[in-house]
């Protein structure tokens, strides 16, 4: 066996990510319809707001604003923004279709012809700079119609819908687009369905039974998708996209070990095993029967599930967790989103995401070895509060080493044996956070000049990290 010194394979697909609703702006124009990204305000407490009372899914402009609603405004500036991505060299960008500029309402029989001119324009304006799209079909933004009638993914006429959507843009964009994913980070769902899966539960609900059932919508869906894909594009790769953080025990006590194992299978593995093994897996039916969760099954739903599986697994990543069995209160670190007990040996974010590249590592070999199908690190990097100098330079250091870092543990998995296709780091250009509605919360090797009260002009700056990243991918990951 021959070992190249080379650290990253050949055709690496080195790139940025993005998602439609954080970047495009736009939102009532094209004839787009609403979707959830567009009623949520912006704010920390975002995620939660539509379990208070009177939350009604219409837009609220007195009471709030609304960042999405312009984001970067990449809808009328995308030109200038993938000129800047083909400068520092990439050779995938990573985005989102918007249900919405599509069908705006969710329900319509025919797609939309202006939000599908959009894509093709952007599609268009990226092969020109030989740049490949890796497209996301749904990224947190439900059609607010499809919430309001339906109940997003609670209801199952919501994939004939999603079918209906999958197969216009796999049939417009079947010349444009080589790679494709099905839900952005299905499994956050456990955290926050609000985002993937269009609705949250109610107090006093059944949350397992509400959520596993559409889960299960959703893995049928995302089959139907592959099918579709394979009858129209049968050279394209479908991935699913999990959101990926390894779980440690916070020691060595058995029983905090086997409390973290059994969060990692519900959490990291539960989706990718559906998707990427074709069945529901014997630790989740024991889940489902200690919580009283009943799926409703259709005749052929398994078999589907079976036969489409996916050809890779998209992940994210930025953190891992640290679990014990009974936590109280007090040791528990939100880290926003995903809940655990700190990590003595790791610093978190201002955010408080853990930093931890080794992680990455860790997550890319438990992964590979599990499931043995290439893996994509589709979105990783550091949320942090940049600050243009009076220079007008950005000195973004720490954001540097911790994608450096990042780098490194990528390199190390691949000599470990893992089948990694590529990286696209998050917000390659700053945008609007997901779980904070935020601009200051900046990723960007290319800064907005956009700020948390709406003010700025939308003008675009080179990052320190611009520089730095366009060094990585024309040494394709050896000059770090
Ligand atoms: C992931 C989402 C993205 C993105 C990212 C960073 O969960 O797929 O949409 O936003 O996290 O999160 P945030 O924007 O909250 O910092």
């Known amino acids: 066996m021959s070992v190249s010194n080379k650290r990253f394979p050949e055709g690496f697909l080195w790139g940025g990510a993005t ?66 991505f083909a400068e520092m060299g990439f050779k995938v960008f990573r985005m989102s279709i918007a249900w919405t500029r599509i069908f705006p309402n969710g329900t319509e029989l025919e797609p939309n012809e202006e939000g599908l001119a959009f894509y093709d324009r952007v599609f268009d304006e990226l092969h020109k700079h030989g740049i490949e799209p890796v497209v996301t079909i749904s990224h947190y933004e439900m059609p607010v119609n499809l919430t309001k009638e339906y109940g997003g993914w609670r209801s199952r006429d919501v994939i004939a819908f999603f079918e209906r959507y999958a197969r216009a843009i796999l049939n417009r964009y079947k010349d444009k687009v080589k790679y494709w994913m099905t839900f952005n980070e299905i499994n956050s769902a456990m955290h926050f369905p609000i985002m993937s899966m269009g609705f949250t539960t109610k107090e006093g609900e059944h949350h397992y039974q509400a959520i596993f059932q559409a889960f299960h919508h959703q893995f049928v869906a995302s089959s139907l998708a592959v099918k579709a894909c394979r009858e129209i594009i049968p050279d394209a790769e479908i991935g699913c996209m999990i959101l990926a953080a390894p779980v440690y025990s916070y020691d060595s006590n058995p029983e905090n070990v086997m409390h973290a194992l059994q969060k990692e299978q519900m959490f990291n593995y539960f989706c990718a095993d559906v998707h990427v093994r074709g069945e529901y897996p014997a630790y989740a039916q024991r889940f489902f029967k200690e919580h009283d969760v009943k799926l409703e099954l259709h005749d052929g739903d398994i078999e589907l599930i079976k036969e489409f599986t996916v050809d890779y697994i998209g992940f994210s990543y930025y953190m891992s967790i640290t679990e014990k069995k009974d936590k109280k209160p007090e040791e528990i670190i939100a880290g926003n989103v995903l809940e655990g007990v700190k990590n003595p040996f790791l610093q978190a974010s201002d955010w408080g995401w853990e930093i931890d590249p080794t ?92 700020h948390d009260d709406g003010s700025g002009t939308l003008e675009r700056k080179k990052k320190k990290s611009f520089h730095w990243y366009k060094k990585v991918i024309a040494s394709n990951g050896e000059n770090l």
């Open 359 to 450: 992680g990455l590592r860790i997550i890319l070999n438990k992964l590979y070895y599990r499931y043995q199908v290439p893996l994509f690190v589709v979105e990783n990097g550091l949320g942090a509060n940049d600050k243009v100098e009076e220079d007008g330079s950005i000195n973004d250091d720490y954001r540097i080493d911790y994608l450096r870092s990042h780098v490194e543990a990528m390199a190390e998995a691949i000599e470990d044996g893992v089948d990694l296709m590529g990286y696209t780091s998050w917000g390659c250009i700053d945008l609007v956070s997901m779980s904070t509605g935020e601009y200051s919360k900046r990723y960007g090797f290319i800064y907005v000049d956009k």
């Open 19 to 84: 998602a439609a609703n954080q970047i495009e702006g736009g939102f009532d124009e094209g004839n787009k319809g609403l979707n959830i990204a567009d009623v949520l305000p912006g704010g920390k407490g975002r995620l939660k707001v539509v379990n208070e009372p009177g939350f009604n899914y219409e837009i609220d402009h007195e009471k709030h604003r609304y960042p999405n609603h312009e984001a970067i405004d990449f809808y009328h500036r995308y030109k200038e923004d993938i000129a800047l």
